[in-house]
């Protein structure tokens, strides 16, 4: 494995660990109800740049995750690949083209914010379904199997609660089940990323006990 492949699970677990502490932090500056407004509608609405810039490096993040779990053999091919891959794009497309300010008729970027949105909502929680039986039957990740099964459960029924409150729910409370909808779907991208740092370090660990050292080369060679 090369040296940039063993960075791409730290690079997706520092990503994701600080994108999440950035849209929290920037929450408590928000003059804005939570409940009621978006995360994308405060990004706007209050000039949140910073949410903009942590839903981009979550974006960011989730393609490193991708690469260092093709890089580790992960039971990715396929549609759970395809999947992650759509979530990771959407998500940085969201990120990029704003939705319309609240009060403001809606216009092409919103129409495009929005179907990204919906794109990266519904992908990651399909392919956490689809990984759950590939990673029990698999050795290596068979101990995250059954959380990965839990958390995309979760965003299963948010996806659900999501889409009753945006249609014949009227917005009602929104905000609050987005969030739980996106704290089930980081979760998931958490675990994996999670068990792909701690598989890197324990594969460091392993090389670095069997690199050879200089007391036992002047051994080997007496």
């Known amino acids: 494995m090369t040296a940039a492949k063993r960075l791409y699970p730290w690079i997706a677990g520092t990503s994701i660990l600080f994108s999440v502490v950035a849209v929290v932090a920037a929450q408590f500056d928000s003059t804005l109800d939570p409940m009621n407004v978006t995360i994308s509608e405060y990004a706007v609405s209050e000039g949140g740049g910073v949410t903009g810039a942590a839903m981009a490096l979550l974006g960011i993040g989730s393609l490193a995750l991708l690469a260092g779990l093709r890089s580790a053999g992960a039971p990715i091919k396929g549609v759970p690949e395809w999947l992650l891959m ?19 008729d809606p216009g092409l970027a919103t129409q495009i914010h929005r179907y990204a949105s919906v794109a990266a ?3 990651l929680p399909a392919a956490g379904a689809l990984l759950v039986p590939r990673l029990a039957s698999d050795a290596a990740w068979k101990p995250v199997a059954r959380v990965v099964e839990w958390v995309s459960l979760a965003g299963g029924f948010g996806l659900l609660a999501i889409t009753y409150v945006a249609m014949p729910g009227e917005r009602v409370m929104i905000g609050l089940v987005e969030r739980l909808l996106l704290g089930a779907e980081v979760a998931l991208l958490a675990v994996l990323a999670g068990w792909l740092v701690r598989m890197a370090w324990r594969r460091s660990g392993a090389a670095a006990a069997n690199f050879p050292t200089y007391h036992s080369f002047i051994a080997n060679r007496s």
Do not use: D, H, M
């Open 86 to 104: 759509v979530w990771s794009g959407a998500v940085i497309v969201a990120a990029v083209v704003p939705t319309t300010p609240l009060g403001q």
């Open 121 to 123: 909502f519904v992908s």
